[in-house]
Every structure is written in C-alpha cells, then in structure tokens.
C-alpha cells in the first residue's frame, strides 16, 4: 500500500480548517476548506479566539472528509505535512496537534511547513515542471513579500510590507465603505463597474526598494470619504473602489517586476488570496510580457488558503529528508 506515494497535508494558520490528499507530489485528489468567514463577517476581520476554537470542533471532520474523497486510508498516508507557521498561534497549534498525532500513530514522517513558502509552491501543484529561478509576489490577508526562489529552491526575500498586508488593506477599506467581509472579492466585484481613473491616490514607496507600505493609501481613502460623503454614494463608490484596486495593485505589479528585472529572473509566480484577483493576474501579465516576463497563478482554489499546497511543499521537504521531529512548534511570524 506505501508505494503510493501519498501525503496528507493540514492547513489552519487564520481562519480556514483545510486538509487535502496529494498523489506523487502533483495530483490532488482531494482538497477540502472548511472556511469560517461567516463566523467572522460581522466583525469585518478575523477573530482570533473564534478561530481557534472552530479548527478545534472541525479539524478531525476536514481530515476524514479528505480521506473519504480522495478514497484512501489513514494507512495508505507515506507522510503527514503541515503548516506551523506563520500565523494566528493558537489556530496554528489546532493543525499542529493533528498532525503529530498522525505522525505518531502512523510512525509516518511529520513535515513542518512555512505557510507563505506553501502559498509559492501552490504554482507548482499542476506544473511540476517550472524551472527556478522565479519571482514570486506573496499578496495576502496576513502577508505581501517578493521572494526569489532560487534553482536550488532556497529562497531570499526580497522585500516586505513595513506595515498593512495587501488583502489587510482591501478587507479593512472594504469595511470601511460598508462592502463586506473578505474585502478584496469584494472590492473586485465592484471595481467592474467604476473607472480605475477617477480620483488620484496615492502609491506608498513606488519607486523605493522591493518593501511595501500601504497604509498610507489607507489613510488617503478615509480622509477623502470623510471630507465628501458623496462619494459613498451608489453612483460614486464603484469608481472609488477602482481607483483604491489599481492604486494597490500598481505597487504590486510594479515592484514585482522591477525586481524579476533586477534579478534577472523570466518568470514571475503570484501567489496568495490576493493573486486570485483579475485585475493583479491581467496587469501583472501585460506589463510583465513588454519586459519578456512570464507570469504564472495558481486555479483560484489553490490562491487562498488551502491544504494541498501545504502536501505539495511537504513532498519537496519530504525529498530531500527535511523532517521535522515532534517538539516542532508553531511560532506567529516568520
Ligand atoms: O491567502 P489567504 O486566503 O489568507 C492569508 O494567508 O491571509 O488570503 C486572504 C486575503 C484576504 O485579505 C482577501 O480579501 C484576499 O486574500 N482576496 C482577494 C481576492 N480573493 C481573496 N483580494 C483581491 N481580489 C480577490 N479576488
Ligand atoms: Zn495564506
């Protein structure tokens, strides 16, 4: 039965109970989220506690669902990969605890994975055979890094944000015009609408390094509303929200391919729930293609958070003999 190669991954760093089962490193045959964003909604971001205890009461549910799907047996697991960091510690611990359990009872290789590092490999779960060196933008609720993945998939990263993370600051102006929980679906759907061009904004660092700041383009948009109403009106919010989206995604873009040029790197992978964006996926693409860039995205299912990037990682670890022993802990930042 272990010659099937089969590895079961476990994601619970935020607010997501996830679990999937990959084949060979590369074949999903199942990949379960059970997403908690109901429970958060009415708070507009995530609470921790209420996290925490959700993982607790669905994590064992998420795994045999993952298992009956993917119609194979604890016994048939070559290895059990998960998340440890970074992220919300306590629902952290939830998968953590899963997993050593597994791993004990199973005498089966416990992989400890890094859960920005996990987001990158989500590119490589249906095309294995992408050479290294590669950019990848890291955009995501918690997290908005460039890093360069090198050919012996070591990694440097390159720059992060000194403050907000780019979903952070959709979901928190989303909240702030009173359009929902997660905000940047939500500013996507609305952005269709306006025009991208209609008030000036502005972009934090644009021109400064590989870091990002974003909160002053937060500052920017709530002191514009405060000071015109109006402009929380039907008529005016959709071009509002364009301009905020391109304002964000044009830092984005920007400095991803400076830094592919600088490095002089052909491919740049997006990765993380804001990589599932339209609008980021279509500019990165244009303006990338005028430098002879390539750029490659996860399905959407594989952008935000889910398990099977986590066995995908697991199974590079898992190759070159990085296994975790079980005082592995979970820590919060990277
Ligand atoms: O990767 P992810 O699921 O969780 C973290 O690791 O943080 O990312 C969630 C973030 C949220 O901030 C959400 O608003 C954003 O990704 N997001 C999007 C889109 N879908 C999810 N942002 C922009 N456009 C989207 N379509
Ligand atoms: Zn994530």
Known sequence: ???????LGIETSCDDTA?????????????????????????????PEIASRKHIEIINIVIAQALRKANVDFEDLIAVGVTCGPGLIGSLLIGLASAKAISYSLKIPLIGVNHVLSHIYANFIENPNIKRPIISLVASGGH???YLLKENDEFEILGLTLDDAAGEVLDKIARFLNLGYPGGPAIEKISINGNPDSYKLPRPMLDKGFNFSFSGLKTAVIYMVRKDKSLLSEEKLPDLAASFQKAVIDVLVKKTIRAAISYEVPIIALAGGVSSNSYLRSEMKERAKLRGIKVIYPPKEYCTDNAAMVACLAYYKLKKGQISNMEIDAYSRI
């Open 1 to 7: 039965m272990k010659n099937k190669n089969i590895i």
């Open 19 to 47: 679990a999937a089962i990959l084949k060979n490193g590369h074949t999903v045959l199942s990949n379960i989220v059970s997403t908690q964003e109901e429970l958060h909604a009415e708070f507009g971001g995530v609470v």
């Open 144 to 146: 908005t890094s460039i």
